[in-house]
């Protein structure tokens, strides 16, 4: 799969620095949270999911926010790495939608070196 | 084990000619999905298989799109008198069963471009 990299947002970062990229969600009925992360030339890769009865997740080097109230959902990724560099989609889905996601537009992270 | 796998992995075609899109899913997995992937938008969902149970087609943007999934394994989708706003990248995941607990793992999706 290609970034669709012309028209998306783009966070540039330090390398070292921590990162945070912003989504928000349509479906106030959404109960599962996914962001996935797409390099270039490649599939969406699974990083990790947060379910609506939490509001805080935490992986390796990742932290997933949610609030509900504003249906906003943030990835926090800390001590960004060059090959962090992608981009970041997060996506939506509720029980009885057949596990179809809804995803975002997406977000260009380029790590400077 | 290998990944999902997706052929051809670009297609040049002129409006007006069909084309077939091919996803080989890992094996075991039954739930199976198609994306379309358009410049400067997000993954849209297109059409899910899951067992020998009808197809969710909620996805499909018009009847020129089909697909089909024999013997619960590959898949090929197919756009019949492909048009220009039909390029984009196509995108299969698969997983192990239907529902939020299992992972979608992504191929790494067909690029069509309609000229």
């Known amino acids: 799969g290609e970034s669709v990299g012309l028209h998306l947002p783009t966070l540039s970062v330090q390398e070292g620095d921590n990162s945070i990229i912003n989504c928000a969600y349509s479906?106030?009925?959404?109960?599962?949270f996914i962001w996935y992360k797409q390099e270039s030339g490649k599939g969406p890769q699974f990083i990790i999911d947060?379910?609506?009865?939490?509001d805080k997740r935490q992986g390796q080097r990742v932290t997933v926010l949610l609030n509900k109230t504003v249906k906003h959902l943030s990835l926090q990724i800390a001590a960004t790495q060059p090959g962090d560099s992608a981009v970041y989609f997060c996506?939506?889905?509720?029980?009885?939608?057949?596990?179809?996601?809804?995803f975002g537009t997406g977000t260009l992270l380029a790590v400077q070196p | 084990g290998a990944g999902v796998s997706q052929s051809p992995s670009n297609k040049v075609t002129e409006k007006g000619k069909d084309v077939e899109l091919r996803c080989d899913p890992i094996?075991?997995?039954?739930?199976l999905y198609w994306y379309r992937q358009s410049l400067g938008q997000g993954l849209e969902f297109l059409i899910y298989?899951?067992?020998?149970?009808?197809?969710?087609k909620s996805g499909l943007p018009s009847d020129r799109f089909s697909a089909e999934r024999t013997g619960g394994s590959v898949s090929t989708l197919t756009i019949q008198r492909t048009q220009q706003e039909d390029s984009a990248v196509y995108l299969c995941?698969?997983?192990?069963?239907?529902?939020?607990?299992?992972?979608?793992?992504f191929g790494p999706g067909t690029r069509l471009t309609v000229t």
């Open positions: 947060i379910r609506s009865n939490m």
């Open positions: 996506a939506e889905t509720y029980m009885g939608a057949t596990n179809k996601l809804i």
């Open positions: 298989f899951q067992g020998n149970s009808a197809p969710d």
């Open positions: 479906n106030s009925a959404s109960d599962y």
């Open positions: 995941a698969s997983s192990l069963a239907p529902g939020q607990l299992y992972e979608q793992y």
């Open positions: 094996s075991g997995h039954t739930a």
